[in-house]
């Protein structure tokens, strides 16, 4: 079946015209030279880099995929030259600072680079997903001596990084990590201790690998805060091999082009990465930085089941349509098409909050006014956990629904679409659950000052909209997450039941304002912009009401305050 083909002109037309990305890029003085010509010449290029030397390898990926043997783990055919080709032509350094060997350009056109590579080969894509965050944990917290040695490499990408955190009884909860790190007399580090589903953790891409591990001290406290973030690197600097040693790669789902290694560190030599006791804090800049990239994979992973179900359902004849008088694609019969459109109001609306997202975290890095750069960082606090966790939710659903179109066709392996479901159901798991991304929005994040703050954040999506259905939804939910705080006061538990039913409102309510962005500057006679806007507005909006009315039934049944403080 036919393979993804990147949609620059979407991409750019949400970029350029949805979001005008170039006008605020170029009042930052870091990107003064960043024009229009130059962001449709990076994802032109990109995109047929993408499509010709990416997308073709996906199936041998998911068929052959990596295979271990002796601890050595090869990665499928064309990897490989793949990967040099993609280091050697400057990709993996596009938004890295140029003193590190990077091209300095914004995060918004890496964020367009991952998307389109997601969906052309999730497999492969995993081994230079992880750079971008490696790289910048390193440059914000690592030593001079260790930014020296490694820091250009991963910022270019002739090396790869991993992220070394779980353990077999430490998933989620990252504080019960028992791996050890020892002190050495010459300020080194000998690190013990076997990490599991460690993406990239051994393959033969790159010349280096470089790992970085959560380790506790000898003397640290139990729990999160004991924890310290230590480099170890596959190869040291004078060519001898470090004792981390890959036990086996797990058998998959989906995923088969990523080698998923369980390693073993035996007494291995390394480095500590910033403050003993705050490895969390350094690691989560590599976590924040990825929770993006997981997002635009959901997006990615959606356009590509997409892409193929649409070209199935325009040659595919089965039946009449409504209306018809002779047999029909299925892409006239309704049912098919609320599927496809239903699907598109999803991509087009996640690449407008994926895009915006990126585009403010380039905002909060670069921008010379301080309180432009705080409201881009509350911006991605608020959306970056709702981005992940519902993209990524709709690429595995919205990627089953892609396969409906196809019927039986679609469970086979010969039309390619049984794939992307496959490799789009881990998204919803890793770089913190689903579930954890909806713990964080309402928990932590939102009730923390009783939803003062998400609240007035809210009032900033209306805009120009007041008095319209986006801002009746805006009140609605700002009125319902202040009876959340109040109920959560005499019910504890309570938010963390309905914590998923609010993110997936937040979703819905920010597709909502995506949505109004492209219909104010897309065509309106033109059926590519208005039957997805209106599939949206028919099948998704929708459910905004149905999880309010969840949460709003979970509120009346919390006990009151005074009930509970009753002798």
Known sequence: MNTYQPPVADMAFILETVLQATPQLQALPAFGEVDADLVQQVLEESGKFVG??????????DA????????????????????????????????????????????????????????????????????????????????????????????TGEWLATMCLTEPHAGSDLGLARTKATPQADGSYTLSGTKIFISGGEHDLSDNIVHLVLARLPDAPPGPKGLSLFLVPKFYPDGTRSDVHCERIEEKMG??????????????????????????????????????????????????????????AQERRQMRAPGAKDTSVIAEHPAIRRILDTQRAWIDGARVLAYRTALELDMAKHHADPARREAALRWCSFVTPVIKAAFTHQAFYGGSECLQVFGGHGYVSEWGIEQHVRDARVAMIYEGTNEIQAIDLLVRKVLADGGDGFCEWLDS?????????LTGHVRALQGLTARLARA???????????????????????????????????????????????????????VLGMRMAIMEAACSRAPSRASTTVA
Request: hydrophobic share 50%; charged share 15%.
């Open 461 to 469: 999506l209306c805009g120009d909209d007041t008095g319209g259905a």
């Open 64 to 155: 052959i995929g990596a295979q271990w043997k002796d601890g050595q783990v090869t990665m499928a055919p064309g990897f490989r030259d793949a990967y040099r080709a993609f280091w050697q032509a400057g990709w993996p350094a596009l938004s890295a600072a140029t003193e590190d060997g990077g091209q300095g350009l914004p995060a918004v056109l890496e964020a367009t680079l991952y998307e389109m590579l997601s969906a052309a080969n999730h497999g492969w894509t995993m081994a230079p997903g992880l750079l971008h965050g490696a790289y910048e944990c390193l440059k914000h917290h690592g030593s001079k001596a260790l930014k020296d040695q490694y820091l250009g490499k991963i910022a």
């Open 488 to 542: 959560a006061q005499a019910d504890p538990a309570l938010p963390y039941w309905v914590a998923d039913d609010y993110l997936r409102a937040v979703a819905v309510l920010l597709l909502q304002w995506a949505w109004l962005q492209i219909g104010a500057r897309a065509p309106q006679d033109a059926p590519r912009w208005a039957n997805p806007a209106q599939a949206f507005a028919r099948w998704v909006l929708p």
């Open 255 to 312: 995923l088969h082009g990523s080698p998923t290694c369980v390693m073993r560190f035996d007494e291995a030599k390394g480095w500590i990465i910033g403050e003993p006791g705050r490895g969390l804090n350094a690691m989560f800049v590599m976590m924040n930085a990825a929770r993006l990239h997981v997002a635009l994979q959901g997006v990615g992973l959606l356009d590509a089941a997409w892409q193929k179900a649409d070209a199935y």
């Open 52 to 61: 010709e030397v990416i997308a073709p390898l996906n199936r041998a990926g």
